[in-house]
C-alpha cells in the first residue's frame, strides 16, 4: 500500500535560549554563560512589598544573604552579602557605586523602577576591577518602549509590627530581685516586706509601668504611590517616573517620620543608523525627623534605666521625675536630615559597522546633605512643690544648636567597544576592551553652639556662647583608572569559554604600588546540548557545567590614604596662655604602613545549571 511519513521538527525554547543576561558592560545569552550570575526580574521584586529594595530580594536571588540591621524609618541599613562575604559592589544603570554609598542608594530606589538585577558571584566581577571582590549587584532601570504614551499607577498601603520586644520584669519581680541583690551584697532588703506585698498587689500607687509599653506604639505605617508614563516611536522613546513613599516610627512620644521623593526621567533617540543618545536623570529627596535625644543609646536606657517601680505621671499630672525619658523625647527639640541626590548619564552609541558598537558614558552623581539638631533643657516639676521646677535627670544642661552639610561629586566617565562575529555558523566571538575613569570630590562643613537665646528659633545666630562650641569642615577626593578587556567564545553553543583582564590604578597608594592586574577566566559545558542528550531533552532542556577562576581587587579601606600621616590639630587644646589666649597644638601622628597596597581575592567556582519540566524547575549550584 501507499507508504505515508511525517517529519517531526523539535524547535528549540527560544524564551530560554534567547534570555539575555545583563553582564559587565554589556548583554550575554543565558545559554552561553560561563560565570556564577543570578538574574530578577523588576515583576518578581515587587511580589513582596516593602520599603526597602534589598528586603524585596529576601529568599529570591540564591548565594544573596539579606539581613534587616534595624527598624529605623529610612536607615536602609540592610546587610547584604554575596556567599557570606563582605558588601558587594553596586553598578546601577551603568554607574559603579562602592559598596557603601552604592548600598544605600540601592536599597532606595524606587521598586516601581526596576527592570532587571543580575547578581555577579565569582570571577565574573573581576570585569569591574576595584572594590569587585565581593562580588557585584547589576541593576538596570526601566525605558520607554515604543507605542502611544501608556500611564501606570502603582500604591500601596502597610502595617508594620514590631518582630520581637523584649519581656521586662513588672514592678513585684523587679522589687524580689532588688532585695536579693542588696541581701547578696550584704547591704539589706531595699524593699520591706509589707511595700513588697503592695507591689504584688498592684493597688493605687503601686502600679507597675511597662515602660516598652509607654514609650513604643504596637505597629506604624508606611505607603508608596508610583505614577508613570512611556512612549515613544522607531526613532525616540522616553519614560517618565514619580514616587512618594513615607514611613512612621514606632515612638509615642517625639514621633519619627521619613519621607522619600524619587524623579526619574528616560530619553532614547536613534538621530542616525549608526548614532544613538541616551539621556536619564534620577532625583532623590529624603526627609528624616526624630527626637534629638532618642540616640544609639535610648533603647539601652529604656532597658537599663527605666524601673518598672516608678509610675509615668506623678499625682499631679506632671511626668514623674526620675528616669522618665517621655519629657526629653516630646519636649527636647527635633534632628531633621534632609538629603538630595541626583544621578545623570549620557550615553553615546556609535556603530559603524555590523556588530560594531563604540559607547561613551558620562556618569555623574552629586549628593547634598544637610543636617540640623536642637537640644533643648527640659524641666520636671517637684511633687510637694508642683509650681517650682529643676532640670530633668535625662536632660541636658544647655540648650544647644548644630548645622551639618555635605556635598559630593562623582564623575564617571567611561568609552569601550565590543565586536561580535561568527566564522563557520559555529565558532562564535566577541570582544570587548574599555577604559574608565572615576573621580570622588567630598567636602562638609559643621558648626555648634549652646546658649541659646529662644528655643522658638533655634539657629546659630541666636546662640550666644563663646567658649563652647564646634566649628570644622573637610576636604578630599580620589582619583582611579582602569583598563579592562573581554573575550568570550562558543563552539556552537555547545563548548564556551570566557576570558577577562582589569588593569586598575588608584591615587590611594603610592607610586610603587598603585597598580594592580586581575585576570580572570572560565569554561563551560553544555551537556543538554550532545547529540547523546536527546533521549533526555524532554524532561531535562537545561544542563550547564561551568568551572571559573578569578583574581579581584579591593582598595577600600577605613582611611581614603592610610599611608600618608597626618597630624591632628586642636585649636586652643594646649595648656599654657600665649598673647591671653589659649595655644594650638599638634598631636605626634600614629604609626602607618608605607607599603600597603591593594587587597586581592583569589575565587575558584564549579557549578552547574539546569532546567527540567519545560523549566518549570531551574536551580544552580
Request: hydrophobic letters at 35%; a positive charge.
Given at each position: 500500500g501507499a507508504e505515508n511519513s511525517v517529519r517531526v521538527v523539535l524547535k528549540e525554547d527560544e524564551a530560554v535560549l534567547g534570555e539575555v543576561v545583563v553582564v559587565g558592560y554589556g548583554t550575554q545569552k543565558k545559554q552561553t554563560l560561563t560565570g556564577a550570575i543570578s538574574t530578577l526580574s523588576g515583576d518578581k521584586v515587587l511580589t513582596t512589598k516593602s520599603t526597602s529594595v534589598a528586603q524585596s530580594l529576601q529568599g529570591k536571588i540564591a548565594g544573596v544573604q539579606i539581613r534587616q540591621q534595624d527598624g529605623q524609618p529610612g536607615s536602609f541599613s540592610s546587610m547584604v552579602q554575596i556567599r557570606g562575604f563582605g558588601s558587594p559592589l553596586y553598578v546601577i544603570d551603568g554607574v559603579v557605586r562602592d559598596s557603601g554609598d552604592g548600598g544605600s542608594e540601592f536599597q532606595r530606589l524606587n521598586p516601581e523602577d526596576i527592570e532587571n538585577i543580575s547578581v555577579l558571584k565569582?570571577?565574573?566581577?573581576?570585569?569591574?576591577?576595584?572594590?569587585?571582590?565581593?562580588?557585584?549587584?547589576?541593576?538596570?532601570?526601566?525605558?520607554?518602549?515604543?507605542?502611544?504614551?501608556?500611564?501606570?499607577?502603582?500604591?500601596?498601603?502597610?502595617?508594620?509590627?514590631?518582630?520581637?520586644?523584649?519581656?521586662?520584669?513588672?514592678?513585684?519581680?523587679?522589687?524580689?530581685?532588688?532585695?536579693?541583690?542588696?541581701?547578696?551584697?550584704?547591704?539589706?532588703?531595699?524593699?520591706?516586706?509589707?511595700?513588697?506585698?503592695?507591689?504584688?498587689?498592684?493597688?493605687?500607687?503601686?502600679?507597675?509601668?511597662?515602660?516598652?509599653?509607654?514609650?513604643?506604639?504596637?505597629?506604624?505605617?508606611?505607603?508608596?504611590?508610583?505614577?508613570?508614563?512611556?512612549?515613544?516611536?522607531?526613532?525616540?522613546?522616553?519614560?517618565?517616573?514619580?514616587?512618594?513613599?513615607?514611613?512612621?516610627?514606632?515612638?509615642?512620644?517625639g514621633t519619627e517620620d521619613y519621607d522619600r521623593y524619587t524623579i526619574t526621567a528616560k530619553i532614547s533617540a536613534?538621530?542616525?543608523?549608526?548614532?544613538?543618545?541616551?539621556?536619564?536623570?534620577?532625583?532623590?529627596?529624603?526627609?528624616?525627623?526624630?527626637?534629638?535625644?532618642m540616640n544609639d543609646d535610648f533603647y539601652n536606657h529604656i532597658l537599663r534605666r527605666a524601673r518598672p517601680v516608678r509610675a509615668v505621671y506623678d499625682p499631679n499630672g506632671y511626668l514623674m521625675s526620675d528616669i522618665n525619658y517621655i519629657g526629653v523625647m516630646r519636649d527636647g527639640g527635633r534632628h531633621n536630615e534632609q538629603k538630595d541626590a541626583m544621578a545623570q548619564q549620557l550615553k553615546i552609541t556609535v556603530t559603524p559597522l555590523k556588530n560594531w558598537n563604540i559607547i561613551g558614558e558620562m556618569n555623574i552623581k552629586t549628593d547634598n546633605n544637610w543636617n540640623h539638631w536642637e537640644q533643648f533643657v527640659v524641666y520636671s516639676h517637684y511633687k510637694d512643690n508642683p509650681e517650682n521646677t529643676y532640670t530633668a535627670l535625662t536632660s541636658a544642661n544647655k540648650d544647644q544648636v548644630s548645622e551639618y552639610s555635605l556635598k559630593t561629586t562623582y564623575l564617571n566617565p567611561t568609552v569601550y567597544s565590543n565586536y561580535n562575529f561568527s566564522l563557520k555558523e559555529k565558532h562564535n566571538f566577541t570582544v570587548l576592551g574599555g577604559f574608565q575613569a572615576e573621580i570622588m570630590k567630598y567636602r562638609d562643613m559643621e558648626g555648634a553652639r549652646t546658649g541659646l537665646v529662644t528655643t522658638d528659633l533655634p539657629v546659630l545666630n541666636l546662640t550666644t556662647d563663646a567658649d563652647s562650641y564646634t566649628l570644622k569642615g573637610l576636604?578630599?577626593?580620589?582619583?582611579?583608572?582602569?583598563?579592562?578587556?573581554?573575550?568570550?567564545?562558543?563552539?556552537?553553543?555547545?563548548?564556551?569559554?570566557?576570558?577577562?583582564?582589569?588593569?586598575?590604578?588608584?591615587?590611594?597608594?603610592?607610586?610603587?604600588?598603585?597598580?594592580?592586574?586581575?585576570?580572570?577566566?572560565?569554561?563551560?559545558?553544555?551537556?543538554?546540548?550532545?547529540?547523546?542528550?536527546?533521549?533526555?531533552?524532554?524532561?531535562?532542556?537545561?544542563?550547564?557545567?561551568?568551572?571559573?577562576?578569578?583574581?579581584?581587587?579591593?582598595?577600600?579601606?577605613?582611611?581614603?590614604?592610610?599611608?600618608?600621616?597626618?597630624?591632628?590639630?586642636?585649636?586652643?587644646?594646649?595648656?599654657?596662655?600665649?598673647?591671653?589666649?589659649?595655644?594650638?597644638?599638634?598631636?605626634?601622628?600614629?604609626?602607618?604602613?608605607?607599603?600597603?597596597?591593594?587587597?586581592?581575592?583569589?575565587?575558584?567556582?564549579?557549578?552547574?545549571?539546569?532546567?527540567?519540566?519545560?523549566?518549570?524547575?531551574?536551580?544552580?549550584?
Open positions: 565569582d570571577g565574573a566581577a573581576a570585569i569591574y576591577g576595584m572594590n569587585a571582590a565581593n562580588g557585584v549587584v547589576i541593576i538596570t532601570t526601566k525605558k520607554g518602549r515604543k507605542g502611544k504614551a501608556r500611564f501606570n499607577y502603582n500604591g500601596s498601603f502597610t502595617a508594620i509590627f514590631p518582630t520581637s520586644m523584649m519581656k521586662v520584669m513588672n514592678a513585684a519581680q523587679y522589687a524580689e530581685i532588688s532585695n536579693e541583690l542588696s541581701m547578696n551584697a550584704g547591704t539589706g532588703p531595699t524593699t520591706t516586706p509589707e511595700e513588697l506585698a503592695k507591689w504584688q498587689a498592684g493597688g493605687p500607687g503601686y502600679e507597675s509601668t511597662d515602660w516598652l509599653d509607654a514609650v513604643f506604639k504596637k505597629s506604624a505605617g508606611s505607603q508608596q504611590h508610583t505614577l508613570s508614563v512611556e512612549g515613544g516611536s522607531d526613532k525616540m522613546t522616553y519614560y517618565l517616573s514619580a514616587n512618594y513613599m513615607t514611613q512612621e516610627g514606632f515612638m509615642r512620644y536613534q538621530l542616525t543608523k549608526a548614532l544613538k543618545v541616551d539621556y536619564s536623570n534620577r532625583w532623590v529627596r529624603t526627609d528624616y525627623e526624630r527626637p534629638t535625644y576636604y578630599k577626593n580620589w582619583k582611579n583608572a582602569g583598563f579592562f578587556g573581554r573575550i568570550n567564545y562558543d563552539y556552537n553553543g555547545k563548548y564556551l569559554v570566557e576570558g577577562n583582564l582589569r588593569y586598575d590604578g588608584s591615587s590611594r597608594f603610592r607610586r610603587g604600588n598603585r597598580w594592580i592586574l586581575t585576570p580572570s577566566f572560565s569554561l563551560g559545558w553544555n551537556v543538554a546540548r550532545e547529540n547523546f542528550w536527546e533521549k533526555l531533552a524532554d524532561v531535562v532542556e537545561v544542563f550547564k557545567l561551568r568551572v571559573s577562576y578569578g583574581e579581584l581587587a579591593n582598595q577600600n579601606t577605613t582611611s581614603w590614604y592610610p599611608t600618608y600621616q597626618t597630624l591632628g590639630v586642636t585649636t586652643n587644646g594646649g595648656k599654657w596662655l600665649q598673647n591671653g589666649a589659649l595655644t594650638s597644638v599638634a598631636s605626634v601622628p600614629g604609626l602607618i604602613s608605607t607599603s600597603l597596597s591593594w587587597e586581592k581575592i583569589k575565587n575558584t567556582n564549579i557549578g552547574f545549571d539546569f532546567g527540567a519540566l519545560n523549566n518549570r524547575l531551574t536551580g544552580s549550584f
